[in-house]
């Protein structure tokens, strides 16, 4: 069955370095999100992507924050200076169209140091 | 306030024994996806429930949505060890790419 897949599972990072979080979705999914999860807390919607362009954004998705699809299969979160705030587990998501189920990857765990 | 409880927070329960998850939102659902997560993993997605009344079955998991769209259950009938993990419910409450999530029900299942 086809599946989100992310790399790395667990990356750690000196505070104001930057990060980037990378996710293959699944191969026929048009839209692609990045949802995050502090220890303990719910898991937070970040980003929606659609047609080569962010389609909503939480007010946690700051100037630091950015999203990619490089190319026809990666897509990318970047933190631009990490914050010790920043640890979290980051999960992204696939869905077919905008109603369709969001699939979800295993998640990069971040710590920041 | 929360946009969307679930209760209870916690669930322990013997093998064999039914149980039910309920989800309450303080805004009407669009949609009602249940996901299934292991500590320390991703969401596994169960089911998506769109209509009032709508219910949805898969092996032993029933999923409801009710009349008035505001409320799911998830029922587990004759529990296992397998079913033991943190389920959320993540609603569509309309006009927005975003799933909210509840606080997730941890269950536990013991022999």
Same mark, same amino acid.
């Given at each position: ?20 979080? *990378? ?8 839209? @692609? ?27 946690? @998705?700051?100037?630091? /924050?950015?999203?990619? *699809?490089?190319?026809?299969?990666? /897509? ?14 980051? @999960? ?22 | 306030?929360?946009? #969307? ?8 329960? &013997?093998?064999?024994?039914? !149980? ?8 009407? !659902?669009?949609? !009602? ?10 969401? $596994? ?11 949805? =079955?898969?092996?032993? $998991?029933?999923?409801? #949505?009710?009349?008035?769209?505001? &409320?799911? =259950?998830?029922? $587990? ?21 975003? #799933? ?12």
């Amino acid at each position: 069955e086809p599946e989100v897949t992310q790399t790395p599972s667990h990356q750690v990072t000196q505070m104001g370095q930057e990060v980037i979080l *990378r996710c293959v979705p699944i191969s026929n999914h048009l839209y @692609f999100y990045w949802y995050r999860q502090i220890l303990g807390q719910k898991v937070e919607f970040l980003v929606s992507f659609y047609n080569n362009e962010i389609s909503e954004k939480s007010e946690i @998705f700051d100037d630091q /924050f950015s999203v990619e *699809r490089p190319d026809g299969s990666n /897509f990318t979160l970047k933190i631009r200076s990490t914050k010790l705030e920043d640890s979290a587990m980051y @999960f992204c998501a696939s869905s077919l169209t905008g109603n369709q189920p969001q699939h979800f990857g295993d998640g990069t765990r971040l710590s920041i140091l | 306030s929360q946009e #969307l409880e679930q209760s209870p927070q916690s669930l322990i329960v &013997q093998e064999g024994k039914n !149980l039910t998850i309920n989800c309450t939102s303080s805004k009407t !659902l669009y949609g !009602l996806y249940w996901y299934k997560q292991k500590y320390g993993e991703g969401l $596994i997605f169960l089911m998506m429930l769109q209509k009032g009344g709508e219910e949805k =079955s898969h092996e032993k $998991i029933t999923a409801k #949505l009710d009349e008035k769209k505001q &409320q799911s =259950s998830l029922h $587990i009938t004759a529990s296992q060890p397998s079913h033991a993990g943190i389920y959320l419910c993540g609603a569509d409450m309309g006009n927005t790419d975003k #799933l909210i999530f509840g606080t997730g029900t941890r269950l536990q299942v013991f022999p």
